[in-house]
């Protein structure tokens, strides 16, 4: 899923917000970065 379409999915929530907890998951390692530019959960 990328940033976008995650975006798209979450009406509730301003970009900002998903902005920073994406950002956070990627802190943490929880979440990384494909080279397509895409998300994935870290297993």
């Known amino acids: 899923m990328s940033l ?3 975006d798209q999915s979450i ?3 301003i970009t900002f917000e998903i902005g920073e907890s ?3 998951l990627l ?3 929880n ?3 494909t080279t ?3 998300l994935k ?3």
Request: overall charge negative; hydrophobic content about 40%.
């Open 4 to 6: 976008k379409d995650l």
């Open 11 to 13: 009406a509730d929530y």
């Open 22 to 24: 994406v950002r956070l």
């Open 27 to 29: 802190e943490n390692n």
């Open 31 to 33: 979440i990384i970065l």
């Open 36 to 38: 397509d530019n895409k």
């Open 41 to 43: 959960i870290n297993q």
